[in-house]
């Protein structure tokens, strides 16, 4: 037995929840030929069948860009400090990709890690994540190379089916998904099936061993070559999540805001003495694999990376994790001693 | 014409003329062409040449990585060359430090880039060696600024209430400022921390400021190559900022950046014939 839910009845639901005050975030156009995960006024904005994937994540909805961690007032020598008032509005993602809620467990390491971070937990129990199954993927995606798939349940509190002519199957994997959709649901024989999914498979044994046996290889300045520096892969990554901590003030008030900040950006290691220990792009996009495949697995046992494939989506010159991945592998069948040249590289 | 300019490339590479082939490599016919830089003659069959090598190159000129790699020899389009020519005006290059390959263009993407729409340099000009020829449609002066003239054709507060949404989903990633060829800055003001100049993050006000400020940098001197509205993840469309100075510095001092190696930079210029309208 599943149960189900018609593709109208489900626009219903999403309208109760955004009456009800509910903040409801999924993929939309944004522009005419723009899709990207956003906050939707209406259930009619949302877009259920036959998208491309969001070329953003849905970190910002947990994350978001610019964060005001509290407020403050000079007055002389006194200093009045004002807490940011606790959130309260629940959330719900709806119809994310697998590869975009998968990323939410992996980030709630880092973030209660030495320290529970507040505003990020807060978000967190306050989001409900439903996801929708892929039934196609494009050529960037990956999740096949890093334990993911079209159904990956990761992350999710419920997960959707397309079932053709409008009606989808509705799992729900926690109480938070049976929450959301209690009494809403029909009992039925029909289940819904995920589509096949990229058969990309990277063996990541041999990633972690260029990574740790070869830190110093003139290869990676090869496989860099093309960056041209920008924070597009970091920004639009569902589980990149370094931020900067900055002070915004006007006059005598102010707060202190935290910002996305990204490894790939040249300011990001600049410090105050005017020494920057990553002078290069290529130490830049190491670093970058480094943490993904084996500071982050090593320190919290997970990948960084959901296989979502918004790297390459986004990156101008066509970089991205999956082409360094293939390009290390590569590497690591050839020959030491091999002279370097773009010939071994990037394929 | 890719015979061709595998031929011209070999022998650049071959006689020692340069080190390094900044060009376009492509896996597979359905994917995108990326840059791909050729630094040994045997590589040289790896470059392609297509309607969808998009990337203005001529902005890997800045990076120390490239400059390391020694004397190049660099593949451009009509409407990259322009960029050539200004940062040659801006005293940014040695021209005779390098080999310009000039690609004869028919348009970009399908369908075609709003800017290849009304191109004026399908066969580029100002280069060492042209590859291949082309008879396309010369884009008509008048309908240069056709997609901004609609835009201001709205009122001010539909024009706000667009820039908002646009500079809404800014991210601050600055893959605007990493594509383009004349954002050549050791270090850009945005950067500037000490004191901080404006706001780093992406607040909408914020996002005014970095966008207003770097098309005002580029006033006179933008080419047009689109490259920042090409690489801008969340689809602003800069396309239009810059327009909107380009057509300042053509209707008020029938000044066109990087056309003309000869011309002073309308920036840099004095002419006792320039308008004082602005005085009031």
């Known amino acids: ?347 | 014409m890719t015979s061709q300019l595998h031929k011209v490339c070999r022998e650049l590479l071959a006689s020692g003329q340069v080190q390094v082939i900044i060009g376009y490599g492509q896996d597979h016919p359905e994917q995108p062409p990326y840059p791909l830089f050729v630094t040994d003659a045997e590589e040289v069959p790896r470059l392609v040449w297509n309607d969808r090598c998009a990337a203005n190159l001529v902005a890997y000129l800045k990076r120390k990585e490239i400059k390391a790699l020694g004397k190049p020899a660099i593949i451009v389009k009509g409407c990259d060359v322009r960029a050539l020519v200004v940062l040659q005006q801006e005293s940014q290059i040695d021209r005779s430090q390098m080999v310009v390959i000039g690609m004869a263009c028919e348009g970009i993407g399908e369908p075609r880039l709003s800017k290849c729409v009304t191109c004026d340099v399908h066969m580029p000009q100002h280069v060492d060696v042209t590859i291949g020829e082309v008879q396309a449609e010369v884009g008509e002066a008048g309908r240069r600024y056709a997609d901004l003239e609609a835009f201001m054709s709205q009122s001010q507060e539909e024009r706000m209430v667009y820039w908002q949404d646009e500079l809404e989903r800014c991210t601050r990633c600055y893959a605007c400022r990493q594509v383009c060829p004349l954002c050549y800055c050791e270090r850009c003001i945005v950067d500037k921390n000490r004191p901080v100049r404006f706001s780093t993050t992406a607040t909408l006000k914020g996002n005014y400021a970095w966008h207003i400020t770097r098309a005002f940098h580029l006033a006179g001197r933008c080419i047009g190559c689109d490259e920042c509205t090409r690489a801008c993840p969340a689809g602003i469309n800069l396309r239009l900022l810059n327009q909107s100075l380009s057509k300042a510095a053509e209707a008020s001092f029938s000044y066109r950046a990087g056309m003309d190696p000869q011309a002073e930079p309308v920036i840099g210029a004095f002419s006792a014939e320039d308008k004082e309208s602005f005085i009031a």
């Not at chain 1, 993911?148 to 992350?155: K, L, V």
């Open chain 1, 1 to 347: 037995m599943s149960t189900i839910i018609g593709g109208q009845a489900l626009r219903d639901l999403v309208n109760d929840w955004i009456g009800q005050g509910t903040l409801v975030a999924g993929p939309g156009y944004v522009k005419d030929d723009l899709i990207l995960y956003c906050w939707l006024h209406r259930s009619d904005q949302l877009l259920l069948e036959s998208y491309e994937r969001p070329h953003n994540s849905i970190k910002e909805f947990l994350f978001p860009k610019h964060e005001k961690l509290y407020g403050y007032h000079l007055d002389g020598r006194k200093i009045e400090l004002n807490e940011v008032p606790p959130l309260e509005t629940p959330q719900v993602i709806f119809a994310a990709r697998p590869c975009d809620a998968a990323s939410l467990p992996i980030l709630d390491h880092v973030f209660n890690w030495d320290f529970h971070d507040v505003f990020y937990n807060r978000r967190r129990n306050l989001t409900t994540v439903v996801t929708l199954a892929c039934q196609e993927h494009d050529e960037h995606c990956f999740c096949s190379a890093v334990g993911g798939g079209p159904q990956d349940e990761r992350g999710s509190d419920a997960m959707l089916f397309a079932l053709g002519q409008d009606q989808y199957e509705v799992r729900c994997f926690t109480d938070k998904g049976k929450a959301l959709f209690a009494g809403k649901l029909q009992e039925s024989t029909r289940t819904g099936k995920a589509g096949a999914g990229p058969e990309i498979l990277v063996d990541l044994a041999k990633v972690r061993a260029f990574i740790n046996g070869s830190f110093e290889s003139p290869r990676w300045a090869a496989m860099a070559l093309r960056c041209l520096g920008c924070g597009a892969c970091t920004y639009n990554c569902p589980t990149c999540h370094c931020f900067d901590i900055v002070d915004e003030k006007v006059g005598a008030t102010g707060a202190r805001v935290r910002s996305w900040d990204s490894c790939q950006l040249a300011m990001f290691t600049h410090h105050a003495s005017g020494h920057n220990p990553r002078t290069l792009q290529s130490q830049r996009q190491r670093q970058r694999v480094a943490h993904k495949f084996e500071t982050y697995p090593a320190k919290f046992g997970e990948i960084l990376c959901t296989g979502c494939g918004n790297c390459t989506r986004v990156c101008p010159v066509g970089l991205g994790i999956l082409p360094v991945l293939a390009a290390i592998e590569h590497e690591m069948a050839v020959e030491p001693g091999t002279p370097v040249g773009e010939k071994s590289l990037v394929k």
